[in-house]
């Protein structure tokens, strides 16, 4: 029987073969998710942004599976914290991740989203408990 990790490990190899697209996808949708989230992001250099999401991503992937914070999420918990993002605003970041995934990722079920919200849940609860 495949577990949760295996899920989520092949779900990302199908997302990470297509690394522009998934991540272009993933702002598309988040800043259509609130006029508040295009508000945070108004000024910000979306390229730049990308590679820091991807950055992001695994950071949190790291989190997982050692649930020791790197120094790296800890900076980017810090960086949150200053730019006063709300508990709220990273379950809405979930679900986008989620939404996205879903269009990009032909094998996802049920499965797929249990596997990606669980490997994600550690680490945006210590960002959670930080801010």
Known sequence: MI????????????????????????YQNFLDSSDEIKELFENVE???????????????ISYASSQLPTSSLKKLTQV??????????????????????QSLDPKFNNKVEQAWRFTFKSGLDF?????
């Not at 092949?10 to 998934?22: L, V």
């Not at 979306?46 to 949190?60: D, E, F, G």
């Not at 914290?81 to 986008?96: A, E, G, S």
């Open 46 to 60: 979306m390229q730049n942004q990308k590679k820091m999401l991807r950055m992001s991503l695994l950071y949190l």
């Open 3 to 26: 577990n949760s990790q295996e899920i989520f490990n092949n779900s990302w190899d199908r997302i990470d073969a297509h690394q522009d697209a998934f991540l272009t996808l993933f």
């Open 80 to 101: 949150h914290k200053k730019l006063n993002i709300r508990k709220d605003q990273y379950d809405l970041w979930m679900d986008t991740l989620i939404k996205t995934i």
């Open 127 to 131: 960002m959670k408990e930080s801010s």
